[in-house]
């Protein structure tokens, strides 16, 4: 593993020496919009962390969690991400993440002040539009800066940013959320964007664009072209489908250790974070090397990695839901985390070697918007159907629960 890990890093300081795409080195944009993807994905995990306490004292049902994790947050991501691509090949892209940084962790921090449903889907909807602004320009700036088998390295290390966030979210803010309550948890995460977001701001230099021009309509053309790619069409159908299986998942995944296996909050957040910072890393490690070493065979092989690791998640889950005994959820849950992200990077690196170079920031936003709408569509879906399902099953109870006591219960109470 460690060997593993010296040789990703060579690889992106090997990089250093490219000729680069915006003002600032590299390695410096790597280290950068990796943070902003930290408190980024960190802010994207709190709610549902927090979601057991929070929906305690508001009193949320689980289709307004659903709303809220469905709807509130990944649709307006996805929407907003396709006017931050068409933005990212127009304006400055270190002023576009800083700001967009700023955004969504002014609005995170404004969480805390919510007193309601109709003021957390508020201020979840701004978070959403903030964070769509970053993903579309840091990819097209790694895309820039790093060619061939690096920046598939690039984009596993960008990827890692999904862990950390997790153990930022889990350990951190989960733990400040126990001793403090909820309302500090989402202060501090909103304080730690903000710094983010202005370092950002003060380190980060792309090239000026010689003639910067104003938005239109002509600027969304070039969206359909890239459905003319057939490789482009499966590999975003796959997308959707992996992140309806992991995203949609883990917004309720809290819950389900509350209500199903009895955790405290803080068990929760040391389970989570534990797992994700050992397992969740170890999974990004693993399958950016299997990905790298298959990359060198052909550019679609990667691919076939993926596909092993949603039929694995897929098992995983299965067994974690239905198994009755705590210890086999818990290692079914692991094996869910380990593999989870573990071919993400490999996946944003075909969609920029399968799309145009001028098109990169476009085609990560198309596949980003449609697999938040699968994000959405999924969490929304859990949350209904746990509510209306159990509204039927009680339902059915109470119209047959005459005729089966009579029938199979004891004579003496019926």
Known sequence: MQGQSEVALESVAESV???SASDSAPALILILVSLVYVVSYMDQQIFPLLLP??????????????QLTGLAFPVIYGIASVSGAVAADRVNRAKLIGYSTILFSAMTAACGMTTGFGSIF????????????????????????????????????????????????????????????????????????????????????????????????SD??????????????????????????????VQWLPLFLTRSLHMSEAEISWFLGLNYII?????????????????????????????VVAISITVGYVIALLSLEKNISEVS?????????SNYGSLLA???????????AKATAVAFFLMNLAWGAGSLAIGVLSDYLACFC???????????????????HV
């Not at 969740?280 to 076939?304: D, E, F």
Request: with cysteine.
């Open 122 to 217: 508020l201020t979840r909807l701004g978070i959403g539009l903030g964070e769509a602004g970053p993903t579309p320009p840091s990819l097209s700036l790694i895309a820039d800066n790093f060619e061939g088998s690096k920046r598939q390295i690039a984009n596993s290390v960008y990827a890692a940013g999904a862990v950390f966030g997790m153990l930022a979210a889990y350990i951190l803010i989960g733990n400040v959320s126990a001793a403090h309550g909820w309302r500090i948890g989402v202060y501090t995460a909103g304080a730690l964007g903000l710094i983010v977001g202005l370092a950002v701001l003060l380190s980060m230099r792309d090239r000026e664009r010689s003639s910067p021009q104003a938005m239109s309509f």
């Open 53 to 66: 306490e929070i929906s305690r004292e508001i009193k949320l049902t689980d289709t307004q969690i659903g």
């Open 350 to 360: 075909f969609i920029q070697d399968v799309t145009p170079d001028d098109g990169h």
């Open 279 to 307: 397992l969740g890393l170890a999974g990004i490690l693993i399958g950016g090397t299997i990905a790298t070493r298959l990359r060198r065979k052909s550019v679609g092989r990667p691919q076939l990695f993926g596909c």
């Open 394 to 412: 009680y339902y059915m109870a109470a119209r047959h629960g005459d005729r089966d006591a009579a029938r199979y219960g004891n004579k003496a």
């Open 333 to 341: 849950l692991g094996v869910v985390i380990l593999l989870s992200i």
């Open 17 to 19: 020496g490219k000729p």
């Open 220 to 249: 969304f053309k070039d969206f359909p072209a890239l459905f003319r790619i057939p490789i482009f069409r499966w590999i975003v159908a796959a997308g959707m489908f992996h992140t309806n299986l992991t995203e949609s998942s």
